[in-house]
């Protein structure tokens, strides 16, 4: 199913591709590698309500989750259980999304 926001389908793109780097984690780094995952649904579900309340507060929010997902990443990468590489992935990943929210908060108090 094709999104039309097109956050959505970024934030999904995300989740995607944070399945494919969870795999490799390690049995001891669970509590971190579901933290993970699970901030990034909950990201997913921020932006749909911020999306359906135009609430800026619910904006600041999916701010907010962006800037624990990023920790988590760059707790894994200071753990070496993900590459520098993939750290980039995500990291650009993230960065779209937070311009995004960042316009899309411009515009939603311009209105």
């Known amino acids: 199913m094709q999104d039309r926001f097109l956050i959505v389908s970024k934030t999904k793109k995300g989740i995607d591709y944070i399945h494919k780097v969870i795999v490799n984690f390690p049995r001891t780094e669970v509590v971190l590698k579901n933290k993970l995952i699970s901030s990034y649904y909950d990201l997913l579900e921020l932006i749909y309500k911020a999306n359906i ?23 894994s ?24 929210v960042n316009a899309w908060i411009v515009y939603e108090k311009n209105k």
């Open 53 to 75: 309340y135009k609430d800026i507060n619910c904006m600041k929010d999916v701010l907010v989750k962006i800037r624990m997902i990023q920790y988590f990443v760059k707790v």
């Open 77 to 100: 990468l200071d753990k070496k259980i993900i590459s520098f590489r993939k750290y980039e992935i995500i990291g650009n990943n993230l960065l779209e999304i937070n311009k995004m």
